[in-house]
């Protein structure tokens, strides 16, 4: 059965930190993978997604997040974050042999510090 | 453009009793998908339609959980009876891809159940 790990349930950091959220994925083959966000009182949604091609992708807000496919990880970061990254981060993977269905990690809260 | 509607906002039952939830997509799109989301876990999806069919619903509890969408728009989750498992987010999303790899869901705000 396809599974998403985040390492890290919480992360407290400073503004202007540098963060990084891991994630890992527990199958093979051709994999979609996405970090979606949910910020305090609002509903989810995509921050990036990755389907193939260059295996650094850039999404909204600063963020990034590296595919290697070896460690089967897809890591999400960003430079020097704002009060406003407070969130919680989720990592997704769909598979077309699971038939898309879009399996979630536990997720990560981040509360970034003034 | 208008997002995932979802209600009620927060609904307090005790066990045994029944509850539904009512959700309404974003216009035009065909695909609606239920999640359940526990505190402290990541989404868990439920039961996703494609219009009015049922595309999977293999971790649906069907022995207490329900789902329609009979006119391929609005749906409604519903649980009979509940049981104090069943606290938890119940998250309702939509796509205007069929069943695509590419597909952005685009989540409601969610309804917060408490089973006492």
């Known amino acids: 059965a396809q599974s998403v790990s985040q390492h890290n349930h919480h992360v407290i950091l400073s503004e202007a930190a540098s963060l990084e959220l891991g994630c890992n994925y527990s199958y093979g083959g051709t994999v979609n993978l996405f970090w979606y966000v949910q910020y305090p009182g609002q509903h989810l949604q995509l921050l990036l997604k990755y389907f193939s091609g260059d295996p650094l992708v850039k999404g909204i807000k600063g963020f990034e997040a590296e595919f290697i496919k070896s460690k089967f990880s897809f890591n999400l970061r960003k430079p020097s974050v704002q009060w406003s990254d407070t969130a919680e981060y989720f990592c997704a993977v769909n598979q077309a042999a699971a038939g898309n269905k879009l399996t979630f990690g536990g997720g990560t809260r981040v509360l970034v510090k003034p | 453009e208008a997002g995932v509607a979802q209600s009620p906002r927060y609904k307090i039952i005790e066990k045994r009793q029944s509850v539904a939830f009512w959700c309404n997509p974003i216009?035009?799109?065909?695909?609606l998908y239920w999640y359940q989301q526990i505190l402290g876990q990541g989404p868990k999806l439920l039961i996703q339609?494609?219009?009015?069919?049922?595309?999977?619903d293999s971790q649906l509890p069907k022995d207490r959980f329900s789902a329609e969408r009979l006119k391929g728009v609005d749906s409604t989750l519903k649980i009979q009876p509940a049981k104090l498992e069943d606290s938890a987010v119940y998250l309702c999303?939509?796509?205007?891809?069929?069943?695509?790899?590419?597909?952005?869901?685009?989540f409601g705000s969610g309804t917060q159940l408490s089973v006492l």
């Open positions: 999303a939509s796509s205007s891809l069929t069943g695509s790899p590419n597909e952005k869901l685009f």
């Open positions: 216009s035009g799109h065909a695909t």
């Open positions: 339609f494609q219009n009015n069919g049922v595309v999977d």
